[in-house]
């Protein structure tokens, strides 16, 4: 059985990947009504896999017997002043979740939950590479981003993101 307070942190990371896909959904939605449908198609792409994060925290409160309580979805910003912005924001949005996750570790270690720890090994090395893919994003903006030709390259290159469910054998 889990521990209550771990129980709680996971629960409430169910809302936090929620949020996360409603971030990106609201990033998506920027872009296409800008006209840049390569990078919405990535932020949608992106929304997805949040929602995937959700599903598998769900599933292992399930799975280890506690009862999932859907919670009210934050709005997100909708109001971005410009191509980079976005970007910039998603690269700390990552940040914040990288410090929730490693949060939701240290609880699980403190309460000697090795199981609750090999669940989250996967997120704490997925974390590193959605920081890595955010910041590699924002750095082709700046370089690339700022003149036409560059921005029309990189949205074509952003709209052949394919999605794959995410799966984590838990
Ligand atoms: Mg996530």
């Given at each position: 059985m889990l521990d209550a307070k771990l129980a709680e942190l996971l629960n409430n990371h169910v809302n936090q990947e929620f949020y996360s896909a409603y971030l990106y959904l609201s990033m998506s939605n920027y872009y296409n009504e800008e006209g840049l449908s390569g990078f919405g198609h990535w932020f949608s792409v992106q929304a997805q896999e949040e929602l995937d994060h959700a599903i598998l925290f769900s599933q292992y409160l399930h799975n280890n017997g506690a009862h999932v309580a859907l919670k009210t979805i934050e709005a997100p910003n909708a109001?971005?002043?410009?191509?980079q912005e976005p970007l910039q924001e998603s690269l700390k949005h990552e940040r914040l979740v990288t410090g929730l996750i490693h949060n939701i570790y240290a609880t699980a270690n403190q309460v000697k939950d090795f199981r609750t720890m090999q669940f989250l090994n996967w997120f704490v090395k997925e974390q590193g590479e959605e920081e890595k893919t955010a910041e590699d994003l924002l750095k082709k903006f700046e370089l690339f981003g700022q003149d036409g030709k560059g921005l029309y390259m990189l949205d074509s290159e952003l709209s052949e993101r394919v999605y794959t469910q995410t799966t984590e054998d838990i």
């Open positions: 109001n971005f002043t410009g191509f």
